[in-house]
């Protein structure tokens, strides 16, 4: 089992920064990436970010490139989510998820993932 814990969000006003953190534990090497999801109120729950524990390749939805950052600590089972610019729209529960597969192709995909954290709430106000 993977446990996962997010922490970081909070109130911020439009075009503010938040970074939400995700603290892995347990049989973390069975996980080969991590990844961001969100899910606003009456909508679905959306991929945002994702990447790998080794190397260095990173995935985005169009909605956030250039404007999120993910990155991950190994030392210390964390990953990140930089979140700059942010907009009225980014609003929602933001939760991290651990994968249990090398193939990219399905780190998009909110059901190939096999551990999720609690979620934490992220509000931009106008």
């Known amino acids: 089992q993977v446990q996962l814990v997010e922490s970081g969000g909070g109130l911020v006003q439009a075009g503010g920064s938040l970074r939400l953190s995700c603290a892995a534990s347990?049989?973390?090497?069975?996980?080969?990436?991590m990844g961001w999801f969100r899910q606003a109120p009456g909508k679905e729950r959306e991929f945002v970010a994702a990447?790998?524990?080794?190397?260095?390749?990173?995935y985005y939805a169009d909605s956030v490139k250039g404007r999120f950052a993910i990155s991950r600590d190994n030392a210390k089972n964390t990953v990140y989510l930089q979140m700059n610019s942010l907009k009225p729209e980014d609003t929602a529960v933001y939760y991290c998820?651990?994968?249990?597969?090398?193939?990219?192709?399905?780190?998009?995909?909110?059901?190939?993932?096999?551990?999720w954290g609690q979620g934490t709430q992220v509000t931009v106000s106008s």
């Open positions: 347990g049989r973390t090497s069975s996980t080969y990436a």
């Open positions: 990447i790998r524990w080794s190397g260095t390749t990173t």
């Open positions: 998820a651990a994968h249990r597969s090398d193939y990219s192709g399905s780190y998009y995909i909110g059901a190939t993932y096999s551990y």
